[in-house]
C-alpha cells in the first residue's frame, strides 16, 4: 500500500520472490511528494544501488550531486560536510523505482486508495476505492507503506495518538548567493530547533521546514544579504504531515506490525532524529518486511513476529540517534560554537550507518 520508495522496493522485492504482489497507491502516478528528494546517507546509497543500479540521468535534477551539507549558526562559521548527495524531485525519483518493481513482475494499480483492512484467520481484507468503484481485496500478507497518514497504521492501531510536524515548502525562480551544491541547514535560534533549509533544484530554489511561517523574519534577515527579495512570491508552495513517534517506537508503546500487516518506512514512523532522513529507513524496512514475509510463508508463521525480530537492530540505531538528538538540546545551552560542532558530528555519523549495529551513542535520555 503506497508507491512511495518503501512500498516500490517491498513490491520488488516480493515480486522477485515469488509472490503474487499488487502495489496500490491514492494518486495518480507519477506523482510529487514533499520532499527535498536526497539521496542521504549510506543505507540510502547501498539500497538504491543494489536494488535500482545506478540513478538514471534524467532522474537526478541540476545539480545532480550535492557536494554535501552546511550548517549555519549564527555568528559561527558554517560547517561543511562533504557528503556526495544525489538529488532529484520525488516524482521522477519514485516513477523510475515504481518502473523497476513493475518490470519485476508486482502489478501497480494507482488512483486507488486504501480505506481500511481487517484481518482473521490468517487473511487480509483491504477496502479500496478504485476510481468510483469501492471493492474488496483479499491478501495474505500487507505491507503499509502509505506515508506519514497512513490509512493502514490507523486500521491497525485505532487509539493511537499520533503527533505530527506539519513541514512546508516554498518554491521560488532564480537562486540565492549561496553554493548550489550543498544542502543548507540553518538553525536561527542557536537550538537544534527550530531550523529552514535551503536547496537549489534546477531553475528555482526552496525554502523548507517545519515553522518557516513562524520564522519569516529571521529566514527574511539570513537571505537578504544574499540576494533574496523578501516581497517576492512562490511560484508554488506545498506541505504535509510527518508522524512523531520515536518515543512511542523507542518504548514499545508501538510497534509497527500486527498478525500479517507490517508497517514500514513513514507509516511506522522510521525517520532519523537529527537529519531527518525517510528514504533510506523506508527502503531499509521495505526490505525487511519482504524478507520477514518469505519467511513466513515458508513456515506458515506470522509476518509480523519475525518482522519485528529483524526490525530491532533499526530500532536501536533510531533509539541511539534519539537520544544523541536530545543530547544535542542540551549542547545548545553551551552556545551555538560547541551546539555547532556537535550538531556537525552527529549529523555526519547519521549519515554514515551502514548496518543495522547498535550505533555507540549517548546514554538513554528518554
Ligand atoms: C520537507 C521534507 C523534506 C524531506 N527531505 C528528505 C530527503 O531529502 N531525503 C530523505 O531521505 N528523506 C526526506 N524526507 C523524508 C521522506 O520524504 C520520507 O521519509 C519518505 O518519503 C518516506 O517514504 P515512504 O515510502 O515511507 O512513504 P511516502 O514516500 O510518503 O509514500 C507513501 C505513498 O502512499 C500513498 N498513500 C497514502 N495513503 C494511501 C492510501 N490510503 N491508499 C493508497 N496509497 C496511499 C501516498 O500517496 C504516497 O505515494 C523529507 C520529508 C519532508 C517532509
Same mark, same amino acid.
Given at each position: ?14 515480486? $522477485?520472490?515469488?509472490? !503474487? ?5 491514492? !494518486? !495518480? ?16 546509497? =547501498?539500497?538504491?544501488? $543494489?536494488?535500482?543500479?545506478? &540513478? ?18 549564527? %555568528? ?21 523505482? =515504481? ?5 519485476? %513482475? ?12 481487517? $484481518? ?14 469501492? !471493492?474488496?481485496? =483479499?491478501?495474505?500478507?500487507? &505491507? ?14 485505532? =487509539? ?48 523548507? @521546514?517545519?515553522? &518557516? ?50 508497517? &514500514? ?12 532522513? @525517510?528514504?533510506?529507513?523506508?527502503? $531499509? ?82
Amino acid at each position: 500500500m503506497g508507491a512511495g520508495p518503501g512500498g516500490s522496493v517491498a513490491a520488488k522485492k516480493c515480486a $522477485q520472490n515469488g509472490f !503474487r504482489t499488487l502495489l496500490l497507491e491514492k !494518486r !495518480r502516478l507519477p506523482r510529487e511528494k514533499v520532499c527535498t528528494g536526497m539521496i542521504m546517507g549510506v543505507w540510502a546509497h =547501498n539500497i538504491v544501488a $543494489q536494488e535500482f543500479g545506478d &540513478i538514471p540521468q534524467d532522474v537526478l535534477v541540476d545539480p545532480h550531486y550535492l557536494s554535501g551539507h552546511m550548517l549555519h549558526f549564527p %555568528g559561527v562559521e558554517p560547517q561543511a560536510i562533504e557528503w556526495q548527495t544525489p538529488l532529484a524531485w520525488r516524482r521522477d525519483l519514485d516513477f523510475w523505482m =515504481n518502473k523497476r518493481a513493475e518490470e519485476e %513482475g508486482a502489478e501497480i494499480w494507482d488512483t486507488t486508495k486504501v480505506l481500511g483492512i481487517t $484481518q482473521s484467520e490468517g487473511q487480509c481484507r483491504v477496502a479500496v476505492k478504485k476510481g468510483e468503484e469501492e !471493492r474488496e481485496l =483479499n491478501a495474505r500478507f500487507v &505491507i503499509g507503506a502509505d506515508g506519514a497518514t497512513s490509512r493502514v497504521r490507523k486500521s491497525l492501531f485505532p =487509539n493511537l495518538k499520533v503527533p505530527y510536524m506539519a513541514p512546508r515548502r516554498e518554491c521560488y525562480e532564480g537562486s540565492v548567493h549561496m553554493e548550489r551544491d550543498y544542502f543548507h541547514w540553518f538553525f536561527p535560534k542557536s537550538r537544534p530547533h527550530p531550523r529552514f533549509d535551503i536547496i537549489h533544484k534546477g531553475d528555482f530554489f526552496l525554502i523548507e @521546514g517545519s515553522g &518557516i511561517r513562524d520564522l519569516r523574519e529571521e529566514i527574511n534577515q539570513t537571505l537578504m544579504g544574499r540576494g533574496f527579495d523578501p516581497s517576492a512570491r512562490p511560484v508554488w508552495q506545498d506541505g504535509c504531515l510527518e508522524p512523531v513517534l520515536h518515543k512511542a517506537l523507542i518504548l514499545g508503546a508501538f510497534y509497527p506490525a500486527l498478525g500479517n500487516v507490517l508497517l &514500514i518506512g513513514d507509516a511506522a514512523s522510521l525517520i532519523l532524529p537529527i537529519t531527518y532522513e @525517510g528514504i533510506g529507513p523506508a527502503l $531499509q524496512s521495505g526490505l525487511l518486511a519482504a524478507a520477514a514475509i518469505s519467511e513466513a510463508a515458508e513456515g506458515d508463521r506470522q509476518a509480523a513476529d519475525i518482522y519485528l525480530r529483524q526490525l530491532k537492530p533499526m530500532l536501536d540505531v533510531l533509539k541511539g540517534l534519539y537520544s544523541w538528538s536530545k543530547g544535542l538540546e542540551q549542547k545548545a545551552e553551551k552556545g551555538p560554537q560547541i551546539l555547532s560542532r556537535a550538531m556537525k558530528e552527529a549529523y555526519e555519523e547519521a549519515l554514515k550507518i551502514s548496518s543495522l549495529q547498535q550505533v555507540e551513542l549517548y546514554p538513554l535520555g528518554v
